[in-house]
Protein backbone atom coordinates (compact mmCIF):
# COMPACT_ATOMS: atom_id res chain seq x y z
CA UNK A 1 0.00 0.00 0.00
CA UNK A 2 2.63 2.45 0.67
CA UNK A 3 4.68 1.62 -2.13
CA UNK A 4 1.86 2.20 -4.48
CA UNK A 5 1.70 5.16 -2.61
CA UNK A 6 5.31 6.44 -3.49
CA UNK A 7 4.79 5.25 -7.24
CA UNK A 8 1.55 7.34 -7.44
CA UNK A 9 3.29 10.73 -5.98
CA UNK A 10 6.21 9.83 -8.28
CA UNK A 11 3.84 9.92 -11.26
CA UNK A 12 1.54 12.42 -10.64
CA UNK A 13 5.09 14.28 -10.17
CA UNK A 14 6.17 13.00 -13.84
CA UNK A 15 2.44 14.34 -15.04
CA UNK A 16 3.36 17.49 -13.93
CA UNK A 17 6.35 17.73 -15.44
CA UNK A 18 5.50 16.73 -18.57
CA UNK A 19 2.36 18.80 -18.55
CA UNK A 20 4.71 22.32 -17.60
CA UNK A 21 7.15 21.02 -20.26
CA UNK A 22 5.16 20.74 -23.17
CA UNK A 23 4.07 24.29 -22.39
CA UNK A 24 7.29 25.80 -22.11
CA UNK A 25 9.36 24.67 -24.61
CA UNK A 26 12.67 27.66 -24.07
CA UNK A 27 14.61 24.64 -22.09
CA UNK A 28 14.29 21.32 -23.38
CA UNK A 29 17.52 20.37 -22.64
CA UNK A 30 16.60 20.87 -18.73
CA UNK A 31 13.14 19.34 -19.42
CA UNK A 32 14.57 16.12 -20.91
CA UNK A 33 17.05 15.96 -17.95
CA UNK A 34 14.49 16.11 -15.48
CA UNK A 35 12.19 13.46 -17.09
CA UNK A 36 15.46 11.30 -17.60
CA UNK A 37 16.18 11.62 -13.24
CA UNK A 38 12.22 11.46 -12.89
CA UNK A 39 12.89 7.71 -14.15
CA UNK A 40 15.55 6.90 -12.25
CA UNK A 41 13.57 7.73 -9.41
CA UNK A 42 10.81 5.46 -10.34
CA UNK A 43 13.31 3.00 -11.25
CA UNK A 44 14.73 2.91 -7.92
CA UNK A 45 11.33 2.41 -6.24
CA UNK A 46 10.23 -0.48 -8.36
CA UNK A 47 13.62 -1.83 -7.53
CA UNK A 48 13.76 -1.36 -3.85
CA UNK A 49 16.56 0.42 -4.47
CA UNK A 50 15.29 3.63 -2.82
CA UNK A 51 13.56 3.66 0.48
CA UNK A 52 10.57 5.55 0.71
CA UNK A 53 12.10 8.32 3.04
CA UNK A 54 15.08 8.42 0.24
CA UNK A 55 12.29 8.71 -2.56
CA UNK A 56 10.76 11.71 -0.53
CA UNK A 57 13.92 13.66 -0.62
CA UNK A 58 14.20 12.82 -4.14
CA UNK A 59 11.17 14.06 -5.18
CA UNK A 60 11.46 17.15 -3.16
CA UNK A 61 14.46 17.37 -4.38
CA UNK A 62 13.11 17.48 -8.24
CA UNK A 63 10.67 19.87 -7.33
CA UNK A 64 13.18 22.16 -6.14
CA UNK A 65 14.69 22.36 -9.89
CA UNK A 66 11.23 22.24 -11.51
CA UNK A 67 11.14 25.50 -9.09
CA UNK A 68 14.07 27.33 -9.87
CA UNK A 69 13.50 26.22 -14.01
CA UNK A 70 9.66 28.51 -13.38
CA UNK A 71 11.58 31.04 -12.02
CA UNK A 72 14.15 31.34 -14.62
CA UNK A 73 11.13 31.18 -17.16
CA UNK A 74 9.18 33.52 -15.08
CA UNK A 75 10.76 36.29 -17.01
CA UNK A 76 10.50 34.87 -20.56
CA UNK A 77 14.02 34.68 -21.40
CA UNK A 78 16.69 31.60 -19.40
CA UNK A 79 19.88 33.36 -19.27
CA UNK A 80 22.90 32.12 -19.96
CA UNK A 81 23.60 32.68 -15.98
CA UNK A 82 20.57 30.80 -15.25
CA UNK A 83 20.73 27.72 -17.05
CA UNK A 84 24.28 27.24 -15.66
CA UNK A 85 22.55 27.77 -11.82
CA UNK A 86 19.86 25.03 -13.52
CA UNK A 87 22.69 22.91 -14.33
CA UNK A 88 24.62 22.88 -11.40
CA UNK A 89 21.96 22.53 -9.49
CA UNK A 90 20.69 19.07 -11.65
CA UNK A 91 24.19 17.88 -11.07
CA UNK A 92 23.63 17.89 -7.57
CA UNK A 93 20.03 15.97 -8.17
CA UNK A 94 21.67 13.84 -10.61
CA UNK A 95 24.67 12.83 -7.64
CA UNK A 96 22.16 12.64 -4.91
CA UNK A 97 20.02 10.35 -7.06
CA UNK A 98 23.33 7.70 -7.99
CA UNK A 99 24.40 8.00 -4.34
CA UNK A 100 21.04 6.93 -2.35
CA UNK A 101 20.44 4.50 -4.98
CA UNK A 102 23.73 2.43 -3.94
CA UNK A 103 23.91 2.73 -0.43
CA UNK A 104 23.10 -0.56 0.39
CA UNK A 105 19.83 0.30 1.70
CA UNK A 106 17.08 -1.32 0.72
CA UNK A 107 13.42 -1.04 1.21
Known amino acids: MKTLRVLLLVAAFATVTATIASAHGATPRVDRREARQGERIR????????????????????VRVHRMEARAKADGVVTPHERRKLAHAQNQQSRRIARLKHNDRTR
Open 43 to 62: EGVRSGELTRGETRQLVRGQ
